[in-house]
């Protein structure tokens, strides 16, 4: 069964590290938002500064366009090595638009079409080669339909620090980008590509990344405190806070590793600050003594737990849902924890947003887990409905006579910081009594223990429900959870076009998971769980927490995300 | 004014008798409240070992943290509520092995709290192990023939890591010590107590006695300013020199980070700017 990409086009620029592809791709991709374009967008790189292959997968669209495919409409080499390094994912419609030199003998080009232009030899005639890339943005831009007027602006933003020179010497590099994407378009030489309409609507949407998605959740949230060690991909989501501390007065702080800052952002909670912990799983598992902290102590704390392939050092750049059952687990001793999976960008910032409510309120970790692709996927959406957000704080002001872990019918003991009012807060790591005094009395033990996980009940009943794309009364039902939302979502729509009796659920919210979640698979012949992993953990926790058994299940852990092909062949499969 | 009976808390104290934990937390409530320190302006973050248990044993804020992770803990406290009064607390293992890279870092960072090392050259809690301070030679359960590991030197390396305020101090000199405190207290900066603390159960030989015997005072017209002078003055290991060994006054955290420069609410009276952040979002537009 082959899709057909009736309205859409992919352009991947691919090439190594250093040579700028990512300006190329900031540029075409915002221009062609700005003209009225659907534009969606993700980066597939090397663990190297210099050098190595990377690619940016690019789609166009007159209509809203947010999931992977593999397939290639418009390939840019900027490297010997590109055409092969993408070629399982070529054509004889697939167009090769470049320097001659780096495809025409590679023998993974001969099938498809192949068009000359030299981008260097036309910067060169500019002044420099540096103007490249720009040449690159204007046949793109050209070809692609951009107003020239939106790259004309966004490449003055960009240089205008470097001088007037290099602005014109880059717009005339534009402009020379689009004169030759009209000669391209009047040689006949393209395949037939779909004509886009665009919607001035769509021009004044926001355009972000994963990474922004869960930073401005973060600060929607109250976050005034960050602490991090650098480590891709959570790297990003502090650095965007780092940027922006002084205007929403946070604290940024890179510290001297993943345990500092786990028990920083504890001294921060504790202090009265909201503080987030961005990782990813190996410095996460340093971390995880520091949520057994949270743990018995009753702090909030929210993590975001962007996740990579390990073990290990793993895949350091390529992407994973590999740290489920880590986020799960983690921790030595038993108490209750939250955990988020945002499957779109929305959900990225409303959950990030809730998270720090939802840690405040209960006096538990929450963590969010994304992952690489997740955090470098970029796409247009019309808002963040931010103005509907509150940030709600639970600290109460204190007597003399305040005793942190005082017994309650639902387990949260109202919770004091230093500072307001008139009581003492005094958090212990040992099991404690009402008034935190060290203790070894069993009974009061087996009451403290008993009051934390009051608290998951809480916290079960008011959890997210998951999504139910579909008819409920569907033969087969797809489940999936996290980063996979849109490329299994736009795979099960495929599907049910060609008349298959599908329907798709999705969980953002995957610990815990409440026994009424049963309804959504009692209909299902069929149940497809599709996970980014080796081991089907999302599978496994659904029948442990719920019961729910598991027809097939769809796996991948190649280090790639699925697309959107190798979703509908897959499952396929499954639904005959 | 603050009371004498403020800090004092009626529960059962869990050190052996003859502890040097036991002077060491008299003359810290005793300073606390010679300073006028009220107890809800301060806190306490201890880790673990027996110093570890100091916080449970006096009233006030407190964090009992993890083991070596309390010099973190102290930081952010800091950091988020610079109004605050800070002590963090613990011991060699807990500070100097468990909690070295913290140790190293909170130094670079110069919080404004009181860093206090209750030093008794051996692990109480677990029973008698070999500390990182440990001398060459000493035997335990565990070190049977003998410490084998080069000692660690606090006093040393965080004079080379140019800390802003190292002292050492001895819990038998209980008026010289409240003076060092005081000193640490009104110190703007990361200051660090290296406080000998002898252990009556498992150290034999590092005894109140044998401190007072091998210890004595740097001299009045010491100088401690000069970052070369004062680590020549660490390594010396016959006699082991007492008193404040240097001073580096710098910015500190609390300063560098910005965000107080204009404002000078702690954190959690602080409140999100819807403007600012919508205004944020339309960026992305």
């Known amino acids: 069964m082959t899709i057909e990409f009736k309205d859409s086009i992919s352009i991947v620029l691919c090439g190594a590290a250093g040579q ?86 590679n023998v993974d080009a001969q099938s498809c079409i192949m ?11 500019i002044g420099h080669r540096v103007y490249s890339n720009s040449v690159a943005v204007g046949v793109l831009a050209g070809i692609l339909g951009a107003e020239r007027e939106y790259i004309t602006g966004l490449l003055t933003d960009r240089f205008q620090s470097k001088g007037e020179k290099i602005v014109s010497n880059n717009i005339d590099a534009v402009t020379r980008g689009y004169k030759l994407a009209d000669e391209i378009k009047a040689s006949d030489q393209l395949p037939s590509l779909p004509s886009f309409s665009t919607q001035p609507s769509v021009g004044s949407e926001l355009f972000l990344s994963g990474r922004d998605a869960v930073a401005i959740g973060a600060i929607a949230g109250g976050c005034n405190y960050v602490t991090f060690y650098p480590m891709a991909p959570s790297t990003g989501v502090g650095a965007f806070l780092a940027k922006n501390r002084l205007e929403f007065g946070i604290v940024t702080d890179q510290t001297e590793d993943e345990i500092s800052a786990i028990n920083k952002a504890f001294g921060a909670w504790y202090a009265g600050a909201r503080a987030l912990v961005t990782t990813s799983g190996g410095g996460f598992a340093l971390m995880t003594e520091g949520l057994s902290l949270a743990g018995i102590t009753e702090m909030p704390i929210v993590i975001h737990l962007a996740q990579r392939p390990g073990p290990a050092t793993g895949l350091p750049t390529k992407t994973e849902q590999g740290d489920l059952e880590l986020a799960l687990y983690s921790g030595h001793g038993d108490f209750p924890r939250v955990l988020y999976a945002p499957g779109t960008l929305k959900e990225a910032f409303s959950l990030t947003q809730q998270a720090f409510n939802v840690a405040d309120r209960y006096q538990v970790p929450v963590i969010i887990l994304t992952d690489h692709y997740f955090i470098n996927t970029r796409y247009n959406l019309p808002s963040l409905d931010e103005e509907k957000t509150q940030v709600e704080r639970y ?66 009943g008011s959890a997210i429900k998951p999504t139910l794309v579909g008819n409920p009364e569907s033969e087969i039902l797809i489940i999936s959870w996290g980063s996979t939302f849109h490329n299994v979502n736009d795979a099960v729509l495929e599907l049910r076009n060609k008349g298959y009796s599908v329907a798709y659920l999705h969980f953002s919210q995957v610990y815990p998971i409440p026994k009424s979640v049963e309804i959504y698979f009692k209909n299902a012949k069929k149940r497809i769980v599709v996970e980014n992993n080796a081991t089907g953990q999302f599978a496994s926790l659904l029948n442990l927490e719920v019961g729910i058994q598991i027809d097939k299940q769809v796996l991948k852990y190649t280090g790639y995300p699925f697309s959107l092909e190798e979703l509908v062949k897959e499952l396929k499969k499954e639904v005959q | ?212 015997e091998n210890t004595y005072y740097l001299e009045d017209d010491y100088s401690p300013f000069d970052q070369k002078e004062a680590i020549g003055r660490a390594l010396e290991r016959g006699k082991l020199p007492l008193g404040i060994f240097y001073i580096n006054e710098r910015p500190t955290y609390e300063e560098n980070i910005q965000i107080y420069k204009n404002d000078s609410r702690p954190l959690w009276q602080r409140e999100l700017s819807k403007e600012k952040l919508t205004s944020l979002i339309n960026s992305f537009r």
């Open chain 1, 395 to 460: 600290i109460i002001e204190t007597e003399r006579e305040y005793t942190r872990y005082q017994f309650t019918d639902d387990g949260v003991s109202p919770r004091g910081i230093p500072g307001k009012g008139e009581g003492f807060i005094r958090v212990d790591s040992h099991t404690h009594t009402q008034d935190s005094q060290i203790t070894e009395d069993p009974i009061i033990r087996k009451n403290m223990v008993d009051k934390r996980f009051k608290k998951l009940e809480l916290l079960r």
């Open chain 2, 1 to 212: 004014m603050v009371d004498t009976t403020d800090y004092d808390r009626d529960v059962e104290i869990h050190w052996c008798p003859g502890c040097g934990n036991y002077p060491a937390l008299k003359l810290l409530k005793e300073t606390l409240v010679e300073e006028d320190i009220a107890p809800k302006n301060a806190v306490i973050v201890t880790g673990i070992g027996q110093a570890g248990k100091f916080s449970h044993f006096i009233d006030g804020n407190m964090i009992n943290g993890l083991h070596g992770r309390y010099l973190s803990n102290a930081l952010a406290i800091k950091a988020s509520n610079p109004k605050l009064q800070v002590f963090a607390i613990s011991g060699d293992g807990c500070t100097f092995s468990e909690g070295g890279n913290h140790f190293l870092h909170t130094i670079r960072y110069n919080p404004s709290i009181v860093n206090i090392v209750h030093n008794n050259a051996v692990y109480g809690l677990t029973k008698g192990q070999a500390s990182p301070t440990s001398e060459l030679g000493v035997k335990t359960g565990v070190q049977t023939l003998g410490v084998y590991n080069t000692p660690f030197n606090p006093i040393a390396v965080a004079i080379a890591q140019n800390a802003s305020f190292v002292a050492r101090a001895f819990v038998g000199h209980v008026e010289q010590t409240k003076e060092v405190l005081k000193k640490a207290i009104a110190h703007h900066g990361y200051a660090l107590i290296d406080l000998f603390s002898p252990c009556v159960s498992f150290n034999r030989i590092n005894t109140y006695q044998w401190y007072r």
């Open chain 1, 115 to 125: 068009i000359d232009v030299n981008y260097e030899s036309v910067a060169e005639e």
């Open chain 1, 20 to 105: 700028g592809i990512a300006t190329v791709e900031t540029l075409l991709t915002s221009a062609l938002k700005k003209s009225g374009l659907h534009v969606f967008s993700t980066q597939e790189f090397m663990s190297r500064v210099r050098g190595g292959t990377n690619s940016t997968t690019i789609r166009v669209s007159t209509n809203r366009v947010q999931s992977f495919c593999e397939r290639i409409d418009i390939l840019v080499p900027f490297t010997r090595e590109a055409v092969s390094h993408v070629k399982a994912r070529l054509s004889s419609n697939s167009c090769i638009i470049g320097d001659k030199k780096l495809f025409q003998d």
